[in-house]
């Protein structure tokens, strides 16, 4: 039974390693309570982006939604909300080039990607949205994968190589929650159990 789970897709940019646990942060479900009365910028377009906006602008003084794009691909109510909240900002067609600080964060330099325009933006806190990569590197040559690198696997957890049961986050699926993830793992025990059984092992 394979469950890895998924890794935060990381920005790659100057300062975002250095000062993770420093102001940059990917969970704003565990890390928005320690921003009141504070500035924070969310990066991405996606649902996870704007559901994080929300959660940080019922703390946050200000929270700026810094976007590569000038449409979203979340969801049209999660943008109506977010668009609803006095304390969130839009800055669209802009990505980070670096995020600066010493021992905190301070600010983010960002780009206008039409114009190639340069601004930094103050900022006590970074909250990264953009995206999860599954840590199925080591089942490249063993099961089938989708093209952003999930296990294709169904509600029983069985994959194209026999014997192989993928659970959780790693395996394509429509949801990724905790409560999800517990389902699949029940489900892959019973399906590997069968599987053995079968063959007398």
């Known amino acids: 039974i394979y469950a890895a789970g998924c890794k935060h897709r990381?920005?790659?940019?100057?300062?975002e390693t250095r000062l993770t646990g420093r102001g940059v942060s990917y969970c704003a479900s565990c890390d928005a309570a320690f921003y009141p009365e504070k500035t924070v910028a969310v990066i991405g377009g996606g649902n996870t982006a704007l559901g994080?906006?929300?959660?940080?602008?019922?703390?946050?003084?200000t929270v700026y939604v810094i976007h590569r794009r000038d449409t979203f691909r979340a969801s049209a109510e999660l943008v109506d909300a977010a668009k609803r909240a006095d304390n969130i900002h839009f800055i669209l067609n802009a990505v980070p080039e670096e995020i600066c600080g010493e021992n905190s964060v301070s600010?983010?330099?960002?780009?206008?990607?039409?114009?190639?325009?340069?601004r930094e933006l103050a900022a006590d806190g970074i909250f990264v949205a953009?995206?999860?990569n599954p840590d199925t590197e080591i089942l490249a040559e063993l099961a089938?994968?989708?093209?952003t690198g999930y296990v294709i696997a169904d509600e029983s957890g069985t994959?194209?190589?026999p014997g192989l049961f993928a659970a959780g986050d790693v395996r394509t699926k429509q949801l990724r929650q905790v409560i999800t993830a517990a389902a699949d793992g029940a489900n892959c025990v019973a399906s590997a159990e069968e599987w053995l059984t079968s063959r007398k092992v």
């Open 10 to 15: 990381l920005l790659g940019i100057e300062g």
């Open 52 to 61: 994080d906006a929300l959660i940080l602008s019922r703390i946050a003084k």
């Open 107 to 118: 600010s983010v330099i960002l780009r206008d990607t039409n114009s190639g325009e340069k």
């Open 130 to 132: 953009v995206g999860m």
């Open 144 to 147: 089938e994968r989708d093209k």
């Open 159 to 161: 994959t194209s190589c």
